[in-house]
């Protein structure tokens, strides 16, 4: 059984930094793909980024540029390094974890193929 653990979410202004952290345990992260995901109120969970061990990342087209998800597998933690807030950030944060089926296998980004979850930061960015 994996337990994910997040932190530092908050309240920040537009243009500001965020960094948020997910401590893993039960698992080593280096065998899994670790995503960030994130709701806002009335809408759907969304993938935000994804990576294997840095190796395989992807993010999704509205933080391209500004989010940075990284691995650190000596501590088993993933984080993500958000840069140049909006307002349209705002949301529930998630770290979620899934086992690695490799670079050449297809695979959705869909939150229901992460079995595996943390219960969630809130971030808000103010205007």
């Known amino acids: 059984q994996v337990q994910l653990v997040e932190s530092g979410g908050g309240l920040v202004q537009a243009g500001a930094s965020l960094r948020l952290s997910c401590a893993a345990s039960?698992?080593?992260?280096?065998?899994?793909?670790m995503g960030w995901f994130r709701q806002a109120l009335g809408k759907e969970r969304e993938i935000v980024a994804a990576t294997w061990n840095g190796i395989s990342t992807n993010y999704a087209d509205s933080v391209k540029g500004r989010f940075t998800i990284a691995t650190d597998n000596a501590n088993n933690t993933v984080s993500l390094h958000m840069n140049s807030l909006k307002p349209e950030d705002t949301a529930v944060y998630y770290c979620?974890?899934?086992?690695?089926?490799?670079?050449?296998?297809?695979?959705?980004?869909?939150?229901?193929?992460?079995?595996?979850w943390g219960q969630g930061t809130q971030v808000t960015v103010s205007s």
């Open positions: 979620a974890a899934r086992t690695w089926l490799g670079i050449s296998t297809p695979r959705s980004f869909a939150s229901d193929t992460f079995p595996n």
């Open positions: 039960g698992r080593a992260i280096r065998a899994m793909e």
